[in-house]
């Protein structure tokens, strides 16, 4: 059995949150950019392209707001027998549907 951790979080008067997807062509930095504006690496960078697959949820909170970057796969037309048909359809499509739930949208 696990031991029961109790902990007080506070939580602010007004929290707001703000979702904004990050999208832009294939290597063009928007992993960088994410990873600089939260401090972190939280998704992964390479010169390669089509180092993000998917989706990638960056969080930074400042006071009584919280920002969640949706860092996104680079907007790219896939040219044919490049990639498996799926993971070509996913790379297509990811980016775009990253738009749905979006407060904002940061071109890079």
Request: no cysteine; glycine share 8%.
């Amino acid at each position: 059995r696990l031991p029961v951790v109790q902990r007080n979080f506070s939580q602010p008067e007004n929290p707001r949150l703000l979702r904004i997807a990050v999208l832009g062509r294939t290597n063009a930095g928007k992993s960088t950019l994410v990873n600089g504006l939260v401090g972190q690496a939280v998704s992964a960078t390479s010169a390669r392209a089509h180092t993000t697959r998917g989706r990638v949820h960056a969080v930074l909170t400042e006071d009584d707001t919280q920002l969640v970057f949706l860092d996104t796969p680079g907007v790219a037309l896939m040219a044919g027998g490049a990639m498996h048909r799926a993971t070509a359809r996913e790379l297509l499509t990811s980016p775009w549907r990253s738009l749905d739930g979006a407060d904002h949208i940061l071109i890079v």
